[in-house]
C-alpha cells in the first residue's frame, strides 16, 4: 500500500564479490535500483549465483562505492552472506 506522500519503493540490488586469492576482504561488484537492480538480479540468475535477499543490508552496501572493500563494521552481516552462499553451493555438488 503505497503511503501519501512517500516516494515509490524501488527495489535495490548489490552484487559482491570476494576472491580469498585476490581480495582481502569482499567488494562491491555492482549496484543500482530500480531496473538497474532488476537488470543485476537477472544477471546472477542467468549465471546461477546465488540472491540473499536481505534489504537492510542492501541499503548499507548500496551506500558504498563500486569496487570498494566492505568496511569492517559490516564484515558480520557479508559474513552470513558468503556462509549461506558456501552452504548452498556444496548442497549442489
Not at 552484487?15 to 538497474?36: C, N, T, V
Not at 537492480?37 to 536481505?54: F, S, T
Not at 534489504?55 to 552470513?80: F, Q
Given at each position: 500500500?503505497?503511503?501519501?506522500?512517500?516516494?515509490?519503493?524501488?527495489?535495490?540490488?548489490?552484487?559482491?564479490?570476494?576472491?580469498?586469492?585476490?581480495?582481502?576482504?569482499p567488494k562491491i561488484l555492482a549496484?543500482?535500483?530500480?531496473?538497474?537492480?532488476?537488470?543485476?538480479?537477472?544477471?546472477?540468475?542467468?549465471?546461477?549465483?546465488?540472491?540473499?535477499?536481505?534489504?537492510?543490508?542492501v541499503e548499507l552496501l548500496s551506500?558504498?562505492?563500486?569496487?570498494?572493500?566492505?568496511?569492517?563494521?559490516?564484515?558480520?552481516?557479508?559474513?552470513?552472506?558468503?556462509?549461506?552462499?558456501?552452504?548452498?553451493?556444496?548442497?549442489?555438488?
Amino acid at each position: 500500500m503505497k503511503v501519501p506522500g512517500e516516494p515509490p519503493v524501488r527495489r535495490k540490488a548489490v552484487a559482491l564479490r570476494y576472491d580469498e586469492s585476490k581480495d582481502q576482504a569482499p567488494k562491491i561488484l555492482a549496484k543500482g535500483a530500480g531496473h538497474l537492480a532488476d537488470r543485476i538480479i537477472e544477471i546472477a540468475r542467468e549465471n546461477g549465483l546465488q540472491i540473499y535477499p536481505d534489504k537492510d543490508l542492501v541499503e548499507l552496501l548500496s551506500k558504498l562505492d563500486v569496487n570498494a572493500e566492505i568496511p569492517g563494521h559490516l564484515y558480520k552481516a557479508v559474513a552470513e552472506v558468503l556462509a549461506f552462499v558456501y552452504r548452498l553451493n556444496r548442497g549442489r555438488q
